[in-house]
């Protein structure tokens, strides 16, 4: 879906699995950054390392098959997500009816089933949160301590795998003593909280070098770009994207239905965990759409009990009534159209399907990348575990190099191309300084790639990408 999906992720363990995790001096190897330059916990780049570790033991060494079971594992993570959002709203509400609209919307909303099975930090940070929030709410009104000091494990995991959560999770321990009036619970939660600030520290110590190592690190590159946003962008662009994502005209019931006294009071560590994060995050500068995600959940819960208390208060007009009815009716409609778009939804397809494809063939001995029309990152990692060599063509005038290294030359026998038409010219340039070469597979542009390119060409292309093969290695 994004950068870090993969790049952040997926990468960094998987090149742990192919040339071990650590380096030299036994710290954690993440690429080219210096184990006291890296700024996340080593929490969840450990665990997608661990469960390809797993399957390497049992013979499968290709990233794209090792995938089937990470899109697996992050699926049951979800899964939290439907129980807790349902239990929360049935014990607020003590309604099945409206438990089990939480729970479709969480399972069903056309985010989720795509969303559920990425490898976004921000969605494994929110299967953490709201069973935290739930525990959290049931310790104060079941006056348990052990649920409070067991969601503040989870509280503490979720701010591991995501720093940014831990604005989520800063207010409720104030609200659980504003509640109970009472600091030992406050004192339960937060030591759950501390005991995993002292596992993430420890493995700091383990596996950067020092105690507190990411969060510290974290912390300072947040302080040196406060003033420099990579993208500015105004306030109210957090309030514009949750009206849309719940598709009005419905939205505005369900959003603005759950602004009641009666709610803010009893569901207070539900609703300020929910404003702390969203009001600090739209006033940071640099916004992103994803930056919401661990929050999503929980939206979806407060707008459920909303709808609960609304309808039950009754005093609602024929007209108002009416116009709720057709939105709802609208809504779902909507959602049923765009739910296999999104749970289908294959982004940058070329950026991984000609690396399948070369993973698999058996003669590959060195393959040039020509993205001369754009630079990007490329996933590497799925070319197989023992990849060929590449070399990436940023300006045809490179070529001129290529051609005064004999070796180098002679080695090229693939060519990756990436272009949003037919690659014509780029094959002519390449016959130039490699003789013929033949296409041998084609990856088009998924849908969703289709889609964006058509509502903004200039930022997002259709990741289309041809594979060709010189004719001489064809023969042999």
């Known amino acids: 879906m994004a950068h870090d999906d993969h790049f952040e992720t997926v990468r960094i363990a998987y090149e742990g699995i192919q040339n071990g995790i650590l380096n030299d001096d036994g710290l954690m190897v993440w690429d080219v950054v210096k184990p006291e330059n890296i700024g996340r916990s080593p929490l969840y780049v450990l665990t997608l390392y661990a469960l390809m570790s797993v399957q390497e033991s049992v013979g499968i060494y290709s990233l794209d098959s090792m995938m089937y079971l990470i899109r697996l594992f992050h699926f049951l993570m979800s899964m939290l997500l439907i129980l807790y959002g349902y239990r929360y709203v049935y014990a607020a509400t003590e309604s099945k009816k409206y438990s089990l609209l939480a729970g479709m919307i969480l ?26 929030i739930y525990l959290a709410y049931q310790g104060v009104k079941k006056q348990n301590n052990k649920m409070l000091f067991l969601s503040g494990i989870l509280s503490g995991l979720s701010w591991m795998v995501r720093f940014n959560t831990g604005l989520a999770v800063l207010p409720i321990p104030f609200a659980i003593w504003f509640l109970t009036k009472n600091l030992r619970p406050t004192i339960h939660y937060c030591l759950g909280i501390l005991l995993i600030f002292i596992f993430s520290g420890s493995l700091d110590v383990v596996f950067l070098g020092s105690f507190g190592q990411s969060s510290i690190r974290i912390f300072n590159v947040f302080l040196e770009h406060v003033d420099t946003p990579l993208l500015p962008q105004p306030f109210w662009v957090y309030i514009v994207l949750v009206f849309g994502i719940f598709i009005p005209p419905f939205s505005f019931y369900f959003i603005l239905s759950a602004f009641r006294k009666k709610i803010l009071r009893e569901h207070l560590i539900l609703i300020s965990s929910i404003f702390s994060f969203f009001v600090i995050h739209s006033l940071i500068a640099s916004k992103q759409e994803r930056f919401l995600i661990p929050i999503f959940p929980l939206l979806i819960v407060w707008g459920s009990i909303g709808l609960f208390h609304w309808i039950k208060a009754g005093n609602i007009s024929v007209w108002n009534k009416r116009i709720f009815r ?77 051609k005064s290294d004999s070796l180098l030359l002679h080695s090229i026998n693939y060519f990756i191309i990436y272009t949003d038409v037919e690659p014509v010219a780029n094959v002519d340039s390449l016959v130039q300084t490699f003789g013929p070469i033949e296409q041998v597979f084609h990856s088009p542009p998924s849908t969703v790639d289709v889609v964006l390119n058509f509502l903004n060409p200039k930022h997002n292309h259709t990741n289309e990408a041809w594979v060709y093969k010189t004719k001489q290695s064809i023969i042999r």
């Not at 049923?336 to 940058?348: K, M, R, V």
């Not at 020509?370 to 996933?379: G, I, L, P, V, Y």
Request: hydrophobic share 50%; charged share 20%; proline share 6%.
């Open 107 to 132: 399972a069903g909303h056309f985010l989720m089933p795509y969303l559920s099975a990425r490898t976004l930090i921000e969605l494994v940070s929110a299967d953490l949160l709201l069973p935290a």
């Open 326 to 402: 057709y939105s709802s009716i609208f809504a779902i409609a909507i959602n049923i159209i765009i739910l296999p778009i999104f749970t289908l939804n294959y982004a940058h397809k070329g950026m991984v399907e000609p690396f399948v494809y070369l993973s698999e063939q058996d003669d590959v001995n060195s393959v040039l990348i020509d993205q001369t029309e754009r630079r990007r990152f490329m996933a590497f990692s799925y070319a197989g575990h023992n990849r060929p060599g590449f070399r990436v063509l940023d300006a045809w005038p490179e070529l001129e190099e290529i």
